[in-house]
C-alpha cells in the first residue's frame, strides 16, 4: 500500500438499536444480510460493536477500498441493507497525535482537490481514555494543523461546507462523508409478503417499501401474451431485479393470464372488466400466497390515483382476499412522492419504458369508478371464477431473480 492507512466502512445501525430483548436476532439478521450482499465483491471481516458495524476486506483482497470507484460502490452496496442510517468510507491508521494531524491534512488535501470547500469543522469522539488528549483538544489541534497548511479555509462550526471526523479507539480513525442508508429493518425480520408486481412506477415501490420493514419479496406478474410483449416481461423482470438489490432473491411467478383475460373480456360487461379482472388477479394471487408461505398480499395502489383505484373499487376488490391482509403502502402517497422513491431506489427510468401491461391493452373507455355489490354479482354471473383461478394458479412459471451484479 502507498499510503498509511488503511480504508474500512463504517455502517451505523437505526431503529434497531430500539428493539430492546429482540435486538439479537435484528442485529444477527442485519450482519447476515450485509455478509450476502457484499459477496460479490470478495470477503470481508464484518464486525459489530454497539451500535455500529466495521466491515474490512480480508487480506485476499487488502487493497479492495484502496480504489475510489470500487470502495464507492461497495459504500454504496452497503447502504441498501436495510437497518442502516448511514455509512462512511473511514481511513483506519495507528499512531498518535500526529498521525492524527498528518492524516487529516490528507483528507482534506483530497476533498479540496475535488470540491470547492472554503468553510470545515473537525469533530472528534475518544472511545480510549487512555489516549492522552480529549476530544475538544483533538479537535483543537486537528483543526489547526488544518488551517495551516490550508490558509484558505476557515472554521465553520454551524454550517461547514465539509467536516472532519476524527474517532480514537484502539486504532485511529478519520473520515468525512456520510452516505445516507435505506434505514428500515433487516429483510428476513418480517416473514414474507407477495408483491403483485407490474411494469408500473407504483408496484415495485411498493415491493420496497414493505422489505424496508424487514419483509421478504415474492412476486406475481400477470402476463397476456401476446397482447402484452415477451418485453413486458423482460421489463418486469429487470424491476425485480431493482428491488431485489434491497430485498435479496425474489421469486417471481408469472402467471399466463390470456385465456382468463380473453374469458373475462368475453363474459363480463365492458364497464366492469377492469374490477371483475383485478379480482380474479388478487384470489390467484391470494391462492398462490398461501402455497409459498407468504402472509399477505402488496400491490402499488393508490386512493384515488385511477379508476380501479376509488374507495368503491378497492373495497370490492379487497372482499374476495380473505386470508391475509393486502398491503398497500402507497395509498396516502401523491404520485410526485412515489415518482421520488421510485427515482431513489434506481427504478425510475425501467419503470417508465413504454411497454403496455395487461390492464391497457383490455381496457374499457368508460369503466365504473364507484361500482356496487350489485354490479359486480351481475358482472360475475356467466363467469366460473373458481374454474379461472384454477387456471391461472396452474398456469404459473416461476424464475428466480437476483440483484444486478453492480
Ligand atoms: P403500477 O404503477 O404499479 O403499474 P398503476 O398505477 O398502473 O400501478 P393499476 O394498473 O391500477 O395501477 O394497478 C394497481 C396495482 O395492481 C399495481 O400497483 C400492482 O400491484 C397490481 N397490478 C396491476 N397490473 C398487474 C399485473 N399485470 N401483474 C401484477 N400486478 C399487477
Ligand atoms: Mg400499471
Known amino acids: 500500500m502507498s499510503h498509511s492507512y488503511r480504508t474500512i466502512i463504517l455502517a451505523r445501525m437505526g431503529e434497531i438499536a430500539l428493539k430492546g430483548l429482540n435486538r439479537g436476532k435484528f442485529e444477527r439478521q442485519l450482519m447476515d444480510n450485509m455478509r450476502w450482499r457484499l459477496k460479490e465483491f470478495g470477503a470481508f471481516t464484518i464486525v459489530q460493536s454497539q451500535s455500529r458495524i466495521w466491515i474490512e476486506p480480508k487480506e485476499s483482497n487488502a487493497d479492495l477500498l484502496e480504489d475510489q470507484e470500487v470502495a464507492q460502490q461497495v459504500l454504496k452496496a452497503v447502504t441498501q441493507v436495510f437497518g442502516l442510517v448511514s455509512a462512511s468510507l ?7 497525535m500526529e498521525d492524527i494531524k498528518k492524516q487529516s491534512v490528507q483528507l482534506t488535501d483530497d476533498i479540496l482537490s475535488e470540491h470547492d470547500y472554503k468553510t470545515f469543522k473537525v469533530e472528534s469522539k475518544r472511545g480510549n481514555k487512555r489516549f492522552p488528549l480529549a476530544s475538544p483538544e483533538i479537535c483543537v489541534d486537528v483543526g489547526e494543523a488544518i488551517l495551516l497548511s490550508h490558509p484558505e479555509l476557515t472554521v465553520d462550526v454551524h454550517e461547514p461546507d465539509f ?7 484502539e486504532d485511529l480513525y478519520v473520515y468525512s462523508e456520510k452516505l445516507e442508508g435505506h434505514r428500515g429493518l433487516p429483510v428476513g425480520t418480517a416473514g414474507k409478503g407477495m408483491l403483485l408486481l407490474s411494469g408500473g412506477i407504483d408496484s415495485p415501490v411498493a415491493g420496497y417499501m414493505m422489505a424496508s420493514r424487514g419483509m421478504q419479496l415474492e412476486a406475481i406478474y400477470f402476463h397476456s401474451y401476446p397482447y402484452t410483449s415477451e418485453r413486458a416481461l423482460e421489463k418486469v423482470k429487470d424491476l425485480a431485479k431493482i428491488v431485489s438489490q434491497y430485498s435479496g432473491t425474489i421469486l417471481l411467478h408469472v402467471c399466463n393470464f390470456t385465456d382468463i383475460q380473453l374469458n373475462l373480456y368475453k363474459n363480463s360487461p365492458q364497464d ?6 383485478r379480482r380474479v388477479m388478487f384470489e390467484i394471487a391470494e391462492e398462490l400466497a398461501n402455497k409459498q408461505g407468504c402472509k399477505c398480499l402488496i400491490t402499488g395502489e393508490s386512493l384515488g390515483q385511477v379508476a380501479s383505484q376509488t374507495i368503491e373499487a378497492i373495497q370490492i376488490t379487497n372482499e374476495v382476499v380473505k386470508t391475509m391482509p393486502v398491503f398497500r403502502p402507497l395509498i396516502g402517497l401523491d404520485k410526485e412522492e412515489t415518482c421520488n422513491i421510485s427515482r431513489r431506489i434506481g427504478a425510475f427510468e425501467t419503470s417508465i419504458l413504454p411497454y403496455e401491461d395487461c390492464c391497457t391493452v383490455f381496457v374499457a373507455k368508460h369503466p365504473k369508478t364507484h361500482p356496487q355489490k350489485k354490479h359486480i354479482i351481475e358482472a360475475e354471473e356467466k363467469l ?5 383461478v384454477k387456471q391461472g394458479v396452474e398456469g404459473i412459471e416461476t424464475y428466480k431473480i437476483e440483484r444486478t451484479s453492480k
Open 163 to 169: 467536516i472532519i471526523y476524527v474517532e480514537v479507539r
Open 90 to 96: 473511514v481511513r483506519r491508521f495507528s499512531g498518535d
Open 384 to 388: 366460473d371464477i373458481p374454474a379461472l
Open 272 to 277: 366492469m372488466l377492469t374490477i371483475t379482472m
